[in-house]
């Protein structure tokens, strides 16, 4: 029977940051990112008070689709470095408190990893999905074999072979989650992760979680998949994390994952939540996406109800179970600073952020206001459509001012995102330097909810007013308000007595909360 902790002591108060690996530190001035440039960085993740990161995908790949198209999972891509070099970023890390979460692509592989090879030529190998007749939406084989295999993503990443739920006798390639070619997928599943939390990292961010299992009603089958592995991995590793790209906590914290991200992607009961708070129609955005404002928009137009009603009922499903993370942006979906928002609208995103019960995840830059940039060319599988962009979400990090922020630049025919040309653009080192920075206001924030438990993860919450400003009170003992639009906010409180601990632009009088435009207040209850 599965475990209900939910996971590892470390994971209660959590502060996550996320790095693409290839824009976020270039060590040896090819330009492009790598594991000793991330190692040199990880005294500005430990100021900050990160103490876990995610890489994307570090793998050996051809990168079609930015490292999410896997060759080898034992192997990482020789532009990052080799094991050792990934083994010391991880000691280093360790050495300053921070952990390191892989990013596991389990549903699919890159066409060119030789398991796919293989099985292009050997009809009788089941480690895909394979079709003797043409099939919609199936690719047709590249090698000797006849037939067509079944894509997870782009047409280059073939899904990795985990069974259907359910048979049809008109569709003979369904084989059930328990045939050879399955189980022994499960069985490389397992022996991959063995193979990295062995050389310490702390855990796995699942991309595409829930897409193993094809034709699979409610996730039934899926779950079962996960919650086996969740068994193992309680057993063989105990302080190790896994966290789903499922977009659903409550199903895949009951699937056996110890957390899971409200995500972008999804209709209304699944992409529109983080939408409802963050998308101002700008960035990647597709068709689908357009919506009304958000909440976190200077006009003031949107309301936080759709994000607290997903919140709270995910909250009663994963109670005691496991956890919600809530990210800034990712490496799919727009920054928070993109279209009409401005670095000054950034500071109560934050403060709601870090005192709002879920994980908090940090996107590399975002503590800093970095841009989303619109425009860009397609760099390795990042455009996906007229109207969805991923590139303006990966330029590389600005270190430092000046036109190359640290970074080099990289030749043409290799990884080619520009830096944000803006001369007021922001840096690490000017940021540093300014103590009313948005990246010290980051800092400040992180280092209060570790002073204050209450302010974490765990602990009731109780919304006073859902609107602008939004306040609510944290464990019965602190007060939160964040106003995100431009005009002031004014909520009668009653009677109570506060002591700030943390406030930009909002006062406590004579019973009444009022807060400034782009304002934020943590207090303590008297």
């Known amino acids: 029977m599965t475990s209900t902790r939910p996971g590892p002591d470390w994971l209660a108060d959590a502060v996550l940051y996320q790095i693409y690996p290839q824009t976020f530190a270039d060590s040896d001035g090819d330009g492009i990112g790598d594991f000793a440039g991330a190692a040199e960085r990880l005294d500005h993740l430990a100021w900050l008070g990160v103490d876990t990161v995610w890489l994307t995908p570090c793998f050996a790949s051809p990168f079609r689709d930015a490292g999410y198209d896997v060759s080898d999972y034992l192997t990482p891509a020789p532009r990052y470095g080799t094991s050792d070099d990934l083994a010391a970023l991880v000691e280093a890390a360790r050495r300053r408190g921070i952990r390191i979460l892989l990013d596991l692509v389990a549903g699919h592989t890159s066409d ?36 067509w295999y079944r894509p997870n993503f782009f047409d280059c990443q073939p899904a990795l072979n985990f069974g259907y739920a359910r048979s049809r006798s008109d569709e003979p390639w369904r084989q059930p989650v328990d045939a050879d070619g399955p189980r022994a997928n499960r069985r490389a599943l397992r022996g991959i992760m063995a193979h990295w939390l062995g050389l310490g990292v702390a855990g796995f961010r699942v991309d595409m979680a829930s897409s193993l299992v094809k034709d699979d009603p409610g996730f039934t089958e899926t779950a079962k998949l996960w919650t086996e592995l969740r068994d193992w991995l309680d057993r063989a590793h105990p302080q190790a994390a896994l966290f789903a790209e499922w977009g659903d906590p409550a199903a895949a914290v009951a699937a056996g994952f110890h957390a899971d991200f409200f995500l972008q992607f999804g209709g209304a009961d699944r992409g529109l939540p983080l939408r409802s708070l963050w998308n101002n129609n700008a960035g990647t955005v597709e068709e689908f996406w357009q919506q009304g404002p958000c909440y976190f928009e200077a006009e003031g137009r949107g309301t936080p109800q759709v994000f607290l009603d997903a919140w709270r009922s995910a909250a009663e499903l994963t109670e005691g179970a496991g956890y919600i993370a809530l990210p800034t942006a990712n490496h799919d979906f727009s920054r928070l600073a993109t279209g009409p928002r401005t ?29 989303y940039l619109p425009g860009l060319p397609d760099v390795e599988g990042s455009v996906l459509g007229p109207q969805y962009n991923r590139a303006g979400s990966r330029t590389p990090m600005q270190w430092e001012p000046g036109p190359n922020a640290g970074f080099s630049t990289a030749p043409a025919d ?35 909810r570790r002073a204050h438990p209450g302010l974490g993860a765990a602990g009731e919450v109780d919304v006073r007013h859902a609107g602008y400003p939004l306040v609510y009170t944290r464990a019965g003992r602190y007060l939160v308000a964040v106003n995100p639009r431009r005009e002031p906010g004014e909520v009668p409180l009653g009677r109570v007595g506060v002591r700030p601990l943390d406030v930009q632009g909002v006062r406590v009088v004579d019973g009444r909360l009022r807060a400034d435009g782009f304002s934020y207040g943590v207090f303590e209850l008297a």
Not at 351 to 356: C, H, K, V
Not at 427 to 438: E, G, H, I, K, Y
Request: net charge negative.
């Open 112 to 147: 060119r990893h030789p398991w796919f090879l293989a099985a292009a030529e050997d009809p009788s190998d089941h480690r895909y999905i394979w079709s003797e007749d043409r099939v919609d939406g199936f690719v047709a084989s590249p090698g000797s074999r006849p037939g």
């Open 343 to 371: 670095g000054a609208q950034l500071a109560p995103a934050f403060a709601f952020l870090l005192t709002w019960p879920t994980l908090p995840a940090v996107y590399y830059g975002d503590e800093i206001g970095m841009r």
């Open 414 to 448: 290799r990884l080619y995102l520009p830096i944000d040309p803006d001369p007021h653009r922001p840096d690490v080192a000017s940021q540093r330097a300014d103590p009313t920075s948005l990246l010290h206001t980051v800092r400040r924030l992180i280092a209060l």
